[in-house]
């Protein structure tokens, strides 16, 4: 029997960078600025799945994005005790800040 080790699914992986952006409301500027890149195509080749962000890029992203880098990768890897946790939790945030972002819009009159 073969063991199957786990493998990161590149497309995947950064469907989730851009979904992960798009939910607190950033740009692909915004990113460029936060890694400093010069130009935005490495960004878009994360999104198409032709490539991955280095490890310095997780590491940062998951500082912009304040979540775990394994949280950002996608692969085939069971999940393991306490991910379901850390999932609910990254959940969690995302629902407050959608919250407080409707919240501020109330209060300020503007409905976006």
């Known amino acids: 029997m073969k063991r199957r080790y786990p493998v990161i699914d590149i497309k995947r992986t950064g469907q989730n960078i851009k979904h992960i952006m798009q939910m607190r409301g950033m740009t692909v500027k915004d990113i460029q600025a936060f890694l400093e890149l010069s130009t935005p195509q490495s960004i ?31 692969g085939n890897r069971e999940f393991k005790y306490g991910q379901t946790e850390d999932a609910i939790y990254c959940r969690i945030i995302i629902y407050y800040e959608k919250v407080m972002q409707l919240r501020g819009s109330y209060t300020t009159g503007t409905m976006t």
Do not use: M, Q, V
């Open 44 to 74: 878009y080749h994360w999104f198409d799945g032709r490539n991955l962000p280095t490890l310095d890029n997780l590491y940062a992203l998951s500082e912009l994005f304040c979540l775990p880098i394994d949280t950002l990768i996608k």
